[in-house]
Nanobody, 124 residues
Framework: QVALVESGGGLVQAGGSLRLSCAAS????????MGWFRQAPGKEREFVAA????????DYADSVKGRFTISRDSAKNTLYLQLNNLKPEDTAVYYC?????????????????WGQGTQVTVSS
């Protein structure tokens, strides 16, 4: 069992940066692939980024590639998402997710654990 708690969201102007964190409980974090998803008001949840168990493989949605960076620190049981050059269309609730597998996926139904979400609001 893994519990995930996100933090780091907030209000930022367009062009600004934020770093989201996702603290994981449980001893098996290092063997889990992790991902970030987001959901804007009135829209479906969408994939943002994913990272494999070792951190050696990452995947990004085209809309965030080159602006966002996913990383993990297994010693701290923490997942990160660095958000740079933010745009108003990045406004959403951001969720971290974990799956009991070593490999990355963009499919939200393949993740086993979810955090409660953190709000990111980008003003123009």
């Amino acid at each position: 069992q893994v519990a995930l708690v996100e933090s780091g969201g907030g209000l930022v102007q367009a062009g600004g940066s934020l770093r989201l964190s996702c603290a994981a409980s449980g001893r098996t974090f290092s063997s889990y692939a992790m991902g970030w998803f987001r959901q804007a008001p009135g829209k479906e949840r969408e994939f943002v980024a994913a990272i494999n168990w070792s951190g050696g493989i990452t995947d990004y949605a085209d809309s965030v590639k080159g602006r966002f960076t996913i990383s993990r620190d297994s010693a701290k049981n923490t997942l990160y998402l660095q958000l740079n050059n933010l745009k108003p269309e990045d406004t959403a609730v951001y969720y971290c997710a974990g799956r009991s597998s070593l490999t990355v996926t963009r499919r939200d139904h393949e993740y086993d654990y979810w955090g409660q979400g953190t709000q990111v609001t980008v003003s123009s």
